[in-house]
């Protein structure tokens, strides 16, 4: 019993770094109907920027402190968030109008881009990140159940973010638009709505929220390295795809149940199948439910 | 009429080795070069056959993959994946087999078993990924990849993470390059034949192509499986090339160079993936200096492919097409028995349908009897489109039956009612866009063809005949329709007005009994609505098909329907004559509301006193 809380302590904490990351394919398939391939590695990207500012940069990483922490984490926020707009700005938006094959093709470009221009610059072998102030062996108990800090900082960050996004989304000017432009883009273009601006806004949105994600993710693992975006990307994904892709609140419901899932698999299983009870799981949804759990299913317009 | 199912059976063998009679003259060629070449030690050429060798099992990868992403439009980023399924289960069995095996027979029956297990893959993963549209295959198929090599990086009867080794060295220069020239003699025959067709409709279309009778995801699945087959092919190829297979080799990163070749040398295009395969292949191998920045250069690559030349270098088009233009053959065309029906071809009874709370069509009757003319009128948003997607199965009614051709409909795709004998129009026009007049029609050919995939490839007589009757067919249809000029002209650089007579001509080669023509005249001028009248009637005629017609236009309606239907919010509000139309008041305040209405009554009823 202690057993099963203990893993589903961490299954939360895992899946509510799945669910930041997967804000940003929901937000941005709501808007564009694209797949942003490169999200998963704004996700590294975002740790990587982390472990520059704290360990490259400034001697951070030696003496973490709390208020350096955040510093460095805005920081890595705001290279996010410039390079989700670079990429939706030189990438996306002239192929708005070409098939989606093509988009597609340059989302895997980019992804390509981050991780091997990553493991260019910042070598392939992974590097201790440790930008917080506090390891992952710093636990406290209740009930018999040993939880760390880092998840509980990890569960209350994400909560936070999500309850601060849900305001953005449902009672917000720019968020109006957001949903608007979602619905049907002409439209919103027609009701005023500056289609290119929501666009720019969302992916900036997304890699904000990507970044954060990946610092929090190196602080739990405490290491970075290029190709860490490629399997917690993939997995958010699928996250999206489960509660609904395109619905903002499918896709924190559907990256709960994905790190609960996962984390009962490897401690049940073996750890080995973790990575393959994602894909199974996506499988299952796209047979049984194609739309999600929360979504709608739609029919194309003849 | 022997002719029309290829004579004898040895007839039809006869012509299928003929066919094959290129590869069959490359294969001691290839041997020659072989012995005389690659394994004579005096010329110290080990190191360029092994590229090119490489080479080799590069061109099976892409050439199957545009099957996939080129041909049918679908994108799919595991073959790496297909490739470790092939590779693994023939290395398995090469390597318990007997170690003797001269005439390779062994060989062969390994590669097959491997072939056919990534195929088997292939159609597991295809299946349900294939139903839904968009971007979700890529997911799923990149997902693939990464369990299968988990999986075997797990288990140790595959080698685990080390792989396997030693395979027995069966696969040599003469064997790589045979299966690739054979790879690429069987896509190209796939692509050229009206399989292909249909796969480039999925491709531009899908609606569209469902409503000229493909089977939509039943084209998909068979290219994805045809894909993952030759995917396994290569697999294996490499395997019994290399004599040794590591899971590290299968990764992603595979996957996407075999995506770049494809992308490279234009979506669609055989030779462009042959040519992109070969340089891909190479280019590593003179950019070693380089080899930190492959992969950056790779993506960098991609990215201003995509946005400076979207379709690749050589786009859909080959390098053969450029000399075949001017051999054309033409031959008669060979009649089809027309089935005429007695009955109603169309027969609805209180067919309904809500969207949510909305009540689109309520309780909708429709008989059409053979070469009737009825015209569906309404104000706009009355639900005219939704009835013509009722009847060909893009809905299924909330309520009430459709009949087709005295078939219930129920459960039926939209293929399957085109198959009935049903064709339509779209009022937004939904054309092949990349593709050519003739063959936006020739796709609708499709299913009044009996040739297998199988066949296509034999290129037996059968696939000839058809050809040429398609061919036949579809030049009449585009002359009935004046379109004859246009015959090579990409559809979508056709003025408006003729890419609607275009979806007639390609609705009408599907051989329907009933024509659904929604809004034939919309966008044109006066002068072209009276040539569009002549014209509907004269295909009546023509063809001796029933047509259901939507127009907005009063005067068309009235001068060339039969028998008028008034729709209202999704009710029939009246249904007769034209003449009983037009002075029905339900009609009138329907259309000019209430008051209008009223006075126009008034009128009617005054200018009657008078008389």
């Known amino acids: 019993m202690i057993d099963l809380l203990q893993h589903l302590v961490h299954g939360v904490s895992l899946g509510a770094i799945y669910a930041l990351i997967a804000l940003g394919y929901t937000m941005v398939y709501g808007v564009l109907q694209l797949i942003n391939f490169a999200h998963g590695d704004v996700f590294m990207l975002g740790a990587m920027m982390g472990w520059y500012a704290s360990s490259r940069w400034t001697q951070e990483a030696a003496h973490p402190t709390w208020f350096g922490a955040i510093a460095v984490t805005l920081v890595s926020m705001a290279i996010c968030g410039t390079t989700g707009f670079l990429i939706e700005r030189f990438g996306y938006r002239p192929l708005r109008g070409s098939p989606k094959l093509n988009s597609l093709i340059t989302a895997i470009g980019f992804s390509f881009l981050l991780e091997y221009g990553g493991q260019f610059v910042f070598g392939p072998n992974p590097r201790a990140f440790g930008a917080l102030p506090v390891s992952p062996s710093d636990q406290f108990r209740v009930l018999g159940v040993s939880i760390s800090y880092i998840d509980l900082i990890c569960v209350g960050v994400s909560v936070g973010l999500m309850i601060v996004l849900n305001r953005i989304i449902f009672h917000s000017r720019i968020g109006t638009a957001m949903r608007a432009v979602s619905w049907n883009p002409p439209v919103a273009a027609l009701m005023g709505v500056n289609i290119d601006k929501v666009i720019s806004f969302t992916f900036v949105l997304g890699s904000v929220l990507a970044a954060v994600a990946g610092i929090l993710f190196a602080s739990a693992y405490r290491k970075v390295e290029p190709l860490m975006g490629l399997m917690p990307g993939l997995k958010a994904f699928v996250s999206a795809v489960l509660g609904g892709i395109g619905n903002v609140q499918g896709a924190m419901l559907g990256g709960l149940i994905l790190g609960l899932a996962e984390q009962l698999v490897s401690s049940y299983v073996s750890s080995q199948w973790k990575d393959a009870i994602a894909f199974a799981i996506l499988i299952l949804i796209l047979l049984v439910k194609p739309s999600g759990l929360l979504g709608k299913g739609t029919a194309e317009k003849v | 009429m022997a002719g029309l199912f290829g004579g004898s059976a040895l007839q039809r063998t006869g012509r299928a080795v003929r066919s094959w009679l290129p590869f069959f003259a490359a294969v001691p060629i290839l041997i020659l070069i072989q012995e005389e070449i690659a394994l004579n030690p005096a010329l110290g050429l080990e190191y360029a056959f092994q590229n090119i060798n490489h080479i080799g099992i ?108 030693p395979i027995p060295h069966r696969a040599d220069f003469a064997w790589i390059w045979a299966v690739a020239i054979g790879t690429i003699i069987v896509a190209k025959r796939l692509r050229d034949s009206t399989h292909g067709r249909a796969f480039l409709s999925v491709r531009e279309d899908e609606v569209a192509a469902e409503a000229m009778g493909i089977d939509t995801t039943g084209y998909k699945v068979r290219a994805f499986v045809i894909s993952a087959f030759f995917g ?234 058809e050809e040429k009757w398609i061919v036949e067919r579809s030049e009449e249809l585009l002359e009935v329709m004046g379109l004859s000029a246009r015959r090579d002209e990409l559809a979508k650089n056709l003025p408006y007005g003729e890419q609607r007579r275009l979806e007639i001509a390609r609705a009408l080669a599907t051989g329907p009994q009933v024509l659904l023509l929604d809004e034939p005249a919309a966008g044109t001028n006066t002068r072209e609505k009276a040539d569009l009248m002549e014209l509907i009637r004269s295909i009546r005629d023509r063809f001796g098909v029933a047509i259901v017609l939507i127009e907005h236009d009063m005067k068309l309606v009235m001068g060339v329907s039969e028998r008028i239907l008034v729709l209202d919010h999704g009710v029939t509000i009246a249904q007769g004559l034209p003449r009983q139309i037009q002075s029905n008041p339900k009609v009138i305040e329907a259309y000019l509301g209430e008051k209008y209405a009223k006075e126009h009554a008034a009128q009617i009823a005054a200018a009657g006193s008078q008389s």
């Not at chain 2, 893959?121 to 839904?132: E, F, H, M, N, T």
């Not at chain 2, 033409?330 to 009955?343: F, M």
């Open chain 2, 58 to 165: 590069a061109i099976i990868l892409a050439v199957s993959l545009n099957l996939v992403n080129g041909l049918t439009g679908q994108f799919s980023i595991g073959h790496a994946g297909f490739m470790a399924v092939g590779g693994y289960v023939s290395a398995v069995l090469l390597m318990r087999g007997p170690q003797d095996d001269p005439y390779r027979i062994f060989f062969v029956l390994a590669v097959l078993a491997g072939a056919g297990a990534a195929a088997v893959a292939g159609y597991l993963v295809g299946k349900p990924s294939l139903r839904l549209r968009g971007d979700y295959l890529a997911i799923v198929t990149l997902g693939f990849g990464e369990i299968i090599r988990v999986i075997i990086e797990n288990t140790p009867f595959f080698g685990g993470a080390i792989g396997l080794s």
């Open chain 2, 232 to 465: 396994g092919v290569a697999g294996a190829m490499s395997g019994a090339f290399e004599g040794n297979l590591a899971p590290q080799s299968f990764t992603f990163v595979r996957s996407f160079e075999v995506v770049a070749m494809v992308v490279l040398g234009g979506m669609g295009s055989i030779t462009g993936s042959t040519i992109a395969a070969a340089v891909l292949t190479l280019l590593p191998e003179y950019l070693r200096a380089l080899a930190n920045l492959r992969m950056v250069i790779y993506s960098i690559a991609l990215i201003a492919l995509m946005l400076l030349r979207p379709r690749g270098l050589l786009g859909t088009r080959e390098l053969w097409d450029w000399w075949r233009e001017w051999r054309r053959a033409r031959v008669k065309p060979a009649e089809r028995p027309r089935r005429e029906a007695t009955e109603a071809l169309i027969d609805v009874k209180g067919a309904t349908i809500r969207f949510g709370g909305l009540t689109a069509v309520c309780e909708f009757d429709l008989e059409v009897r053979p070469r009737e003319l009825v015209a569906l009128i309404g104000p706009n948003g009355a639900g005219k489109t939704t009835v013509f997607n009722l009847l060909t199965g893009v809905y299924a009614p909330s309520e009430g039956t459709i009949k087709v051709m005295g078939r219930d409909t129920r459960g039926l795709a939209p293929h399957d009612i085109a198959h009935l004998g049903c064709a339509r129009t779209f009022q937004n026009i939904r054309l092949f866009r990349e593709l050519t007049a003739l063959d936006n029609v020739r796709v609708a050919c499709h299913h009044l063809t009996r040739e297998s995939i199988a066949a296509a490839v034999r290129h037996g007589s059968l696939s000839e005949q």
